[in-house]
């Protein structure tokens, strides 16, 4: 069998992340392209996290949604505020800083409290696929704003070519367990995903270094909530993944690469062979350029949250639960995700 060598992203306490080239899959002869998957595969059941390169989003392509929005997040309060996210099935739309607490908390009074304790310091604008009947996106008005025009042509565009790549990743995944590779096709066609664009805005040493012995995040410890989730970071840092150990350990940024992983959707779905890990974000990693500063400079980040359609129920995958016996009820996609975002928000 041919073997996909992948060097370590991440290696500190137990936790391996691979940094993977994911060309070998989408381009790659038969054996190339088996190896890799199962590199995928083990990477998600080891570690819940992988790093993935040549994954076939140009560089450049990033690089200018990321400065549209920075553009976006540039705006006035006041409109942005007038894009407000408005509802859990929706979930499209603005997010202020400070009225999402990402946490494993589900009963809205405990996330609560801890958002008045702890409130994440960040915000952020979340993209759903477009013509959903009920649940528009919220788009600036692009009458007479030629940066609104592009603001959304450019995500819309950018939106699809991550369902694609989704799409593949969990083609990959499928011809990792040896079933069928267009067996979650039918789950994902549809691309009931969000798009999600992060402004972590510059913020006072001082906010980190909290007298009640609190730890303050810019996100707080969470896990994500649906299949697999494409992370694409600036060159900042400030994520953290939990290790088998019970600590956190930095995954640092590594240029035109895309950190992915697991959610507890697609965990429960492998009754629990693939790990859906938890994670946050918190004080940035100090750089020399920064000492001479108070404050830390402002942090990007976007996040395409692959998950399940609405509709599908999704029950224990084959192969993963003959022995062991299925571990969970079967549960609606749909359903799952918006009781999830309802005690969030």
Same mark, same amino acid.
């Given at each position: 069998?041919?073997?996909?060598?992948?060097?370590?992203?991440?290696?500190?306490?137990?936790?391996?992340?691979?940094?993977?080239?994911?060309?070998?899959?989408?381009?790659?002869?038969?054996?190339?392209?088996?190896?890799?998957?199962?590199?995928?595969?083990?990477?998600?059941?080891?570690?819940?996290?992988?790093?993935?390169?040549?994954?076939?989003?140009?560089?450049?392509?990033?690089?200018?949604?990321?400065?549209?929005?920075?553009?976006?997040?540039?705006?006035?309060?006041?409109?942005?505020?007038?894009?407000?996210?408005?509802?859990?099935?929706?979930?499209? &739309?603005?997010?202020?800083?400070? $009225?999402?607490? +990402?946490? *494993? /908390?589900? =009963?809205? &009074?405990?996330?609560?409290?801890? $958002?008045?304790? +702890?409130? *994440? /310091?960040? =915000?952020?604008?979340?993209?759903?696929?477009?013509?959903?009947?009920?649940?528009?996106?919220?788009?600036?008005?692009?009458?007479?704003?030629?940066?609104?025009?592009?603001?959304?042509?450019?995500?819309?565009?950018?939106?699809?070519?991550?369902?694609?790549?989704?799409?593949?990743?969990?083609?990959?995944?499928?011809?990792?367990?040896?079933?069928?590779?267009?067996?979650?096709?039918?789950?994902?066609?549809?691309?009931?995903?969000?798009?999600?664009?992060?402004?972590?805005?510059?913020?006072?040493?001082?906010?980190?270094?909290?007298?009640?012995?609190?730890?303050?995040?810019?996100?707080?410890?969470?896990?994500?909530?649906?299949?697999?989730?494409?992370?694409?970071?600036?060159?900042?840092?400030?994520?953290?993944?939990?290790?088998?150990?019970?600590?956190?350990?930095?995954?640092?940024?590594?240029?035109?690469?895309?950190?992915?992983?697991?959610?507890?959707?697609?965990?429960?779905?492998?009754?629990?062979?693939?790990?859906?890990?938890?994670?946050?974000?918190?004080?940035?990693?100090?750089?020399?350029?920064?000492?001479?500063?108070?404050?830390?400079?402002?942090?990007?980040?976007?996040?395409?949250?692959?998950?399940?359609?609405?509709?599908?129920?999704?029950?224990?995958?084959?192969?993963?639960?003959?022995?062991?016996?299925?571990?969970?009820?079967?549960?609606?996609?749909?359903?799952?995700?918006?009781?999830?975002?309802?005690?969030?928000?």
């Amino acid at each position: 069998m041919s073997h996909v060598p992948t060097d370590s992203a991440v290696a500190k306490d137990d936790l391996v992340i691979p940094l993977i080239d994911f060309s070998q899959f989408l381009s790659g002869e038969a054996t190339s392209k088996k190896a890799t998957a199962e590199a995928v595969l083990k990477g998600f059941q080891n570690a819940g996290f992988i790093y993935l390169k040549n994954h076939g989003i140009p560089s450049d392509t990033v690089t200018n949604v990321f400065s549209h929005s920075a553009n976006f997040f540039a705006r006035s309060k006041e409109q942005k505020d007038s894009l407000a996210w408005y509802s859990p099935e929706s979930n499209r &739309g603005y997010t202020a800083q400070g $009225r999402e607490k +990402v946490t *494993d /908390l589900e =009963e809205h &009074g405990d996330v609560e409290a801890l $958002r008045q304790a +702890v409130p *994440d /310091l960040k =915000e952020s604008f979340e993209i759903g696929r477009e013509n959903e009947p009920g649940m528009p996106n919220m788009w600036p008005p692009t009458d007479g704003d030629d940066a609104a025009k592009a603001f959304k042509e450019v995500m819309a565009e950018f939106f699809t070519t991550c369902n694609q790549l989704h799409m593949q990743v969990m083609r990959a995944i499928a011809l990792g367990m040896g079933i069928e590779e267009d067996w979650f096709d039918s789950y994902t066609d549809v691309g009931d995903n969000t798009l999600r664009l992060l402004h972590y805005p510059a913020v006072p040493k001082s906010v980190f270094k909290r007298s009640d012995g609190q730890l303050q995040v810019r996100a707080g410890e969470h896990s994500d909530y649906g299949s697999v989730t494409l992370l694409f970071q600036d060159s900042r840092g400030g994520l953290q993944v939990r290790s088998p150990k019970g600590t956190f350990v930095d995954a640092t940024p590594i240029p035109d690469t895309i950190v992915v992983n697991a959610g507890d959707l697609l965990a429960r779905w492998s009754n629990d062979t693939i790990k859906s890990t938890k994670h946050r974000v918190v004080e940035p990693p100090a750089k020399p350029e920064d000492e001479a500063s108070d404050s830390y400079p402002p942090r990007y980040s976007i996040a395409y949250f692959g998950n399940p359609n609405f509709d599908s129920m999704i029950e224990a995958i084959p192969g993963t639960y003959e022995r062991t016996g299925r571990k969970y009820e079967g549960v609606k996609s749909g359903e799952y995700l918006w009781k999830r975002l309802s005690a969030t928000y």
